[in-house]
Nanobody, 123 residues
Framework: QVQLVESGGGLVQAGGSLRLSCAAS????????MDWFRQAPGKEREFVAG????????VYANSVKGRFTISRDNAKNMVYLQMNSLKLEDTAVYYC????????????????WGKGTLVTVSS
């Protein structure tokens, strides 16, 4: 069992930056691939970024590539999402998720979810 709690969301102007954090409980954290998803109002939940169990290999959705950076600290059971050059279309609730498979995996493939943190990008 893994419990996930996101933090770091908020209101930011377009072009600005935010860093999201996800704290995980449980001894098996390093056994999971960790992902970030987001869901904008009226839209489906979509993959944003993922990172391998060791933290050495990231993967990104095309929409955030070059702007977002995912990282993890297995010693602290933490996952991070550094978001730079934020755009209005990045506004969404961001979710941390734990998965068994690495890659751009659909939301249905996640094993555990956090409750999300809201990111609002204003003009």
């Amino acid at each position: 069992q893994v419990q996930l709690v996101e933090s770091g969301g908020g209101l930011v102007q377009a072009g600005g930056s935010l860093r999201l954090s996800c704290a995980a409980s449980g001894r098996t954290f390093s056994k999971y691939v960790m992902d970030w998803f987001r869901q904008a109002p009226g839209k489906e939940r979509e993959f944003v970024a993922g990172i391998s169990r060791s933290g050495s290999v990231p993967v990104y959705a095309n929409s955030v590539k070059g702007r977002f950076t995912i990282s993890r600290d297995n010693a602290k059971n933490m996952v991070y999402l550094q978001m730079n050059s934020l755009k209005l279309e990045d506004t969404a609730v961001y979710y941390c998720a734990a998965a068994s498979k690495f890659g751009i995996v659909p939301a249905q493939g996640m094993d555990y979810w956090g409750k999300g943190t809201l990111v609002t990008v204003s003009s």
